[in-house]
């Protein structure tokens, strides 16, 4: 959870997430998330939302994912669709 405070609106925002491991090697994963916005103004709905993804390891050091949303809210938006590439940087 953290603190939200964007053009004087108050507010938390919040995640909770889960994921499982479904390869013997490791690679593959899925997770499912919940997250969204309390605000404290009356006048505006919090926004809620619902994901389900997966992610795959390319390498030790790199990884895809594939991920789709939906919101749980009259002010979430509907439908989110998303894919990414990580790489961790080493450092010393």
Do not use: C, W
Request: glycine fraction near 10%.
């Amino acid at each position: 959870m953290n603190y939200y405070d964007e053009s004087s609106q108050t507010g938390v925002v919040y995640s909770a997430y889960a994921s499982r491991v479904l390869s013997k090697t490791g690679k593959l994963s899925a997770f499912a998330e919940l997250n969204g916005v309390l605000i404290d103004e009356s006048e505006h709905e919090h926004e809620h939302y619902g994901n389900v993804g997966l992610t795959y390891a390319i390498k030790p050091n790199m990884q895809i994912d594939l991920m789709t949303g939906f919101g749980l809210s009259e002010a979430a938006k509907d439908f989110t669709f998303g894919f990414g590439f990580s790489v961790l940087l080493p450092h010393k």
